[in-house]
């Protein structure tokens, strides 16, 4: 079985462009969640996916949006960067019916 | 709403010794409650979790944490610490059929030699 993997591991972008970080699904899950995680934070809740349609969603203004597709992978795209964007986004995935997530390795993105 | 405070951002522990890392959540009802590790650069692991049932939760790596509702705590031990398990440690708390885990600050633990 296995895990969640996210790519690509690390990005560097400019403020004001755009961004796509990809993530695939632990086999056998049909839900994925998004979350940022800033230096010395925990991790904030962006938005979860089930069954390719956003099924909840934190604090994070409209540039952030995603997509779920038919084989549960994900990707997350966000829109016009800002310096506060730099952070590691974490995908996390879970069986339809658990309430248990599990974490992908990240990507880090830096905007300068 | 929900949230969670772990009140200690460093814990310094000799290898060998025994952990207690704090965890306090607020929700009005019984939550999922849920303790991450995360190494440097790295994801999060999940250690263990609490839904219902017996309060006292074993998790990997030889983990236990205690729910005590009365507390509205979640108190995660280890009779003896390793060099490995330096890392940061994050309690979380979920709603029942929710769709997001809010997560603590969490805290940074440190292994003497």
């Known amino acids: 079985e296995t895990g969640v993997t996210q790519s690509p591991t690390h990005l560097i972008k400019t403020r004001g462009q755009q961004v796509t970080l990809r993530c695939s699904s632990q086999s056998g899950h049909n839900t994925v969640s998004w979350y940022q995680q800033a230096l010395g934070q925990g991790p904030q809740f962006i938005f979860q996916y089930y069954r390719e349609e956003e099924n909840g969603r934190g604090n994070f203004p409209p540039r952030f949006s995603g997509l779920q597709f038919p084989n549960y992978s994900s990707e997350l795209n966000v829109n016009a960067l800002e310096l506060d964007d730099s952070a590691l986004y974490l995908c996390?995935?879970?069986?339809?019916?658990?309430?248990?997530?599990?974490f992908g390795p990240g990507t880090r993105l830096t905007v300068l | 709403a929900q949230s969670v405070t772990q009140p200690d951002i460093h814990i310094t522990v000799s290898e060998g010794a025994s952990l207690e890392l704090r965890c306090n959540y607020s929700y009005g009802a019984t939550p999922y409650l849920f303790w991450y590790v995360q190494s440097p650069g790295q994801g999060l692991q999940l250690l263990l979790k609490?839904?219902?049932?017996?309060?006292l939760v074993q998790g990997i790596k030889g983990f236990e944490a205690e729910f005590k509702r009365s507390q509205s705590s979640f108190n995660l031990r280890k009779p003896s610490v390793h060099w490995s398990d330096a890392a940061e440690y994050f309690c979380?708390?979920?709603?029942?059929?929710?769709?997001?885990?809010?997560f603590g600050k969490g805290t940074r633990l440190h292994i003497l030699p």
């Open positions: 979380a708390v979920g709603v029942p059929g929710g769709d997001k885990i809010i």
């Open positions: 996390a995935s879970g069986p339809s019916g658990s309430d248990t997530q599990y």
């Open positions: 609490y839904f219902s049932g017996d309060t």
